[in-house]
């Protein structure tokens, strides 16, 4: 939005000598972000003058038209001699008044005009366009003066341009609609400034007769709850656009067309109220406001022809015949609040003009501008919120500077279908912004502030709850409650807490405190929350990398892992509005998605890879029902909270990670190693020591479970109840996957592990430990985990560590046999042990094994 401030001045009074960086700061102080304030009077040097165009030559032989124009600039060249200037534009003929730059002068963006020779012709100056002179962006062609506008040439051409005005350039929130007007504007700087305002919107405007200027019917009065009209008969078609009309229109950015068309153009910028004008003799019969019909088409202004869809608005012309819509439809002619269409659009030899000012719904504005690409400016003012009360004063607006202009007659009928809803009054404690912001506003402040805006604001007592259709928040301690009406131009206004932003913008957010709040007290994180942390913690530390993957999945993956018929982890929840079609299930294991990443960085040239994640998995409830219905006006209750809960999938949240390639790299200090089972195993365990599962309750197994690949899984057990399972993936899921051979992975249930328990704070001894390795030969199909229990029971109280280091298979065994070779600690904490007590130790750990599974030292 550009205005100028010589405008704003028509409906503000603005102080003489307000500075622009003032001027600038009150615009941003209530909220209003500011592009640029350019006083115009810097920003062209020079000689800038008028000047009368004498002769024209049309250079040939170029790629573009050049034209060689004698230009009469007076006595401002110093020698009064015509000025010679070569120009690009073909808006300008012979005998026009022109604006001129004569060399010296520079131009917006320090553009330093000369005298040079250029197309084989000697150019000094330049024949400017508004562009050019930063008065807006229509560079189609250069400033053509008036025929009537009283300047001469080499008078200087700054007053008749306005440029010894200021313009702001303003970037509006789109929950500020009104601030797309000069009326918006002008109000806001009445209350940064606190000085008069004259409101526009409210000067005094014919009210609608009984006979309609024109026939209207209106179907969709949701669409379209208000449509004035009135008709101008007899202009003169061929009256220009006055000058300053022109201006204003030029620094805002918009083309001068016509004087009917620039009309609602101007009244839309002054009002914040777009409206449209027709050629009435191009229309055969009577208005029909209504919806599309799908299919239908309009060629619109931009000379386009568009496919409607059954949510735009059209206006139609109920005396053509052909349309989709069936009888008494009409054809559409206007593509309603967005852009007009051609057939009936005000044109050279328009003596007749409909002025047509409605109020549109601004959520169909919206998805319409963007289904057909058509950001009109009046769509922009559109989506964001227009005053539904502005229609007939707009219209009488429009109608008086035409007839003042074009001459003509006002027609004495007016219409007005009204169907605008009354504002819904907001129920605000008055003690809500001193509560939200921190600072004490009294309820006399408040009550000021909202008046200011063009609220109706009534005192009441405390007596929330007794209008359901109100929006309303709690009042504290028995405080004053106002019931507030917000103003026709202001629909942003709608909550409690938007009248508590007004408040604060009026007052001043320089008011408001820096001061970070004090948190409140809390128990810090959970012992769950602490139990994720401490296993992504872990498992980054051992080299993997955390992944965040989609919970998306498509219903082909469960074929893909292999799953039974039977697995619960086909049972999916489907997703109402998935993002895409292809996935439109949750997961119920991470290994999916997990495993999709995993691939994307093979083919990315990644070939050693570690990673994992800790996120949710989705069980469905079967016959759980549809969740309660609740409103919006109070809390759910206990009740109503547990009744959704219930509805809602269980969520337990697993870790899971995937292994591929080397996790020992080789090079000049050795042979690598490659991933195997038995480290995807390991971090299983790993993720249960830094869950604080003691070993002593953790039992690894041989399992077989898919995805997994029966002969190389193991399943991870607490206290009997298997939470997880771990080990190389099947040959066939990495081959429908594309995932290279011997992948391996572990997936657990962080939520089924029982709580860490409360362990006792640990004995720390400073005696020497007694180090013994023992080697048993066991049959090769006794687990290595049941074995160290077996040691770990018989050792008893002396053993303070126990690791598995070797395991051996020869001829010299036997066949079926191995030896586990473990590494036993032992120390106490009141004395030395001696050889005695560490031996007798370790023989009742071999013994205890030696009873469970028949072990045998190795050698003995």
Known sequence: MRVSVSWLREYVDLPVD???DDLEQALVDLGIEV????????????????????EVEELTGFKKPIRFCRVDVGAANGTGEPQEIVCGARNFAPGDRVVVILPGGVLPGGFAIGARKTYGRNSAGMICSAKELGLGDDHSGIIVLPADSPAKPGDDARPVLSLDDV??????????????SVRGIARELAHALGVPFRDPGLAPAPAPTAEPAYPVEVRDTVGCDRFAARMVRGIDPTAPSPGWMRQRLTVAGIRSISLPVDVTNYVMLELGQPMHAFDADRISGPLVVRRAEAGEKLTTLDGV???LTAEDMVICDAGLPGTLAGEGGGVPISLAAVMGGETSEVVASTTDVLFEAAHWDPVMVGRTARRHRLFSEAAKRWERGVDPALALVAIERAVRLLTEH????AGAEILDLDHVRPRTPVTLPADLPSRRVGVSYSPERVVSLLEQVGCTVTRGTDRLGEDPGSAAVP???GADVLTVVPPSWRPDLTDPADLVEEVVRLDGYDRVPSVL???????????????????????AERGYVEVLAHPFVAGELADLLGLPADDQRRRAVRVANPLSEEEPLLRTTLLGPLLGICKRNLGRGHRDIALYEIGAVFHPRPGAGAPPVMGVQRRPTDAEFAAADAVVPDQPRHVAVVLVGDVEPAGWWGAGRAASWADAVEAGRAVLAAADIPADRVEVRAAAHAPWHPGRCAELLVDGVVIGHAGELHPSVLAALELPRRTSAMELDLDALPPAPVAPAPTISGFPPALIDVALVVDERVPAAEVQHALVEGAGELLEGLRLFDVYASEQLGAGRRSLAYKMTFRATDRTLTVEEAVAARDAAVARAAERFGATLRGA
């Open 18 to 20: 307000l500075p622009a």
């Open 517 to 539: 709040p004090t948190a409140p007290p809390g128990r810090g994180l959970t012992w769950q929350q602490r139990r994720y942390r401490a296993v992504a913690r872990s498992l």
């Open 406 to 409: 074009a001459g003509g007659t």
């Open 35 to 54: 592009e640029s304030v350019v006083d115009l009077r810097a920003s062209v040097t020079g000689a800038l003058v008028i000047g009368e165009v004498l």
């Open 475 to 477: 009042a504290a301690g």
């Open 305 to 307: 022809t568009r496919t």
């Open 167 to 180: 313009v702001v350039e303003l970037e509006i929130t789109p929950d500020r609609g009104y601030a797309l």
